[in-house]
């Protein structure tokens, strides 16, 4: 079966520093997607980044980014220049077959 | 585009009773939309895949009776819980397959059930 592994529940960043969040997933396919969603206390799930499992290169939006190690199963969050509005959980997400599967989500803390 | 738009956002009901909850795409059309649970701080756990003009495919361990979901058309699927009780309160929400240019899954604003 497919699992997603968030393994710091919680994490904290000041202000304008850089943060990165961990993720492992388990999969035996060789083409997935791979996201990562915010969700802020709105409960609306927002879409930050996406990684197609097929391309090399490290997915990038603005002051997010990501570190993809295919081999090693690994889809790290990097958050840059972090901002009050980043506060939030955030969860991995692995898509294969249609089903969207997520990790057990981060919450993030920005502290002023 | 790629919105979403889930009704009611919170509903209120009592014990025994049903409670329906839509899930419209505003924007395009969605063969495949999904029915998450999510209890407080904790992740989005998928209850069913709904596929326009089939039965849906539920998860092991969701009660096929109690969440019934309906996706007659490529903009609405929705969800009925029946025979509602507390342990059913929780906050639900729905998703569809955006495959468009940037491919994606996109989200309603989730329902919060309380039952009393």
């Known amino acids: 079966a497919q699992t997603v592994t968030q393994s710091q529940p919680e994490m904290s960043v000041q202000e304008a520093e850089t943060v990165t969040l961990s993720c492992t997933y388990d999969?035996?396919?060789?083409?997935?997607?791979l996201f990562w969603y915010k969700q802020p206390p709105s409960r609306q799930m927002i879409l930050v980044i996406r990684?197609?499992?097929?391309?090399?290169q490290n997915a990038t939006e603005n002051r997010f980014s990501v570190n993809f190690q295919k081999a090693a199963k690994s889809f790290s969050l990097k958050i840059s220049d972090s901002q009050l509005g980043d506060a939030a959980m955030y969860f991995c997400?692995?898509?294969?077959?249609?089903?969207?599967?997520f990790g057990q989500g981060t919450e993030l803390s920005v502290k002023p | 585009g790629a919105v979403v738009s889930q009704h009611p956002s919170w509903v209120i009901c009592k014990s025994g009773t049903s409670v329906k909850i839509e899930c419209r795409s505003l924007?395009?059309?969605?063969?495949?939309m999904f029915w998450y649970r999510q209890f407080p701080k904790q992740s989005l756990m998928l209850m069913a895949t709904?596929?326009?003009?089939?039965?849906?495919?539920?998860e092991q361990g969701v009660e096929k009776d109690k969440f019934l979901i309906n996706h007659a058309s490529l903009t609405l699927s929705t969800l009925t819980v029946t025979s509602a009780h507390p342990e059913d309160s929780s906050f639900y929400i729905c998703?569809?397959?955006?495959?468009?240019?940037?491919?994606?899954?996109?989200f309603g604003s989730g329902t919060r059930l309380t039952v009393v």
């Open positions: 998703s569809a397959i955006w495959t468009g240019p940037n491919y994606g899954y996109t």
């Open positions: 999969t035996s396919e060789s083409d997935y997607y």
């Open positions: 990684q197609e499992a097929y391309k090399q």
């Open positions: 997400a692995y898509n294969q077959g249609g089903k969207l599967i």
């Open positions: 924007d395009f059309q969605a063969t495949t």
């Open positions: 709904s596929n326009e003009g089939s039965k849906a495919t539920y």
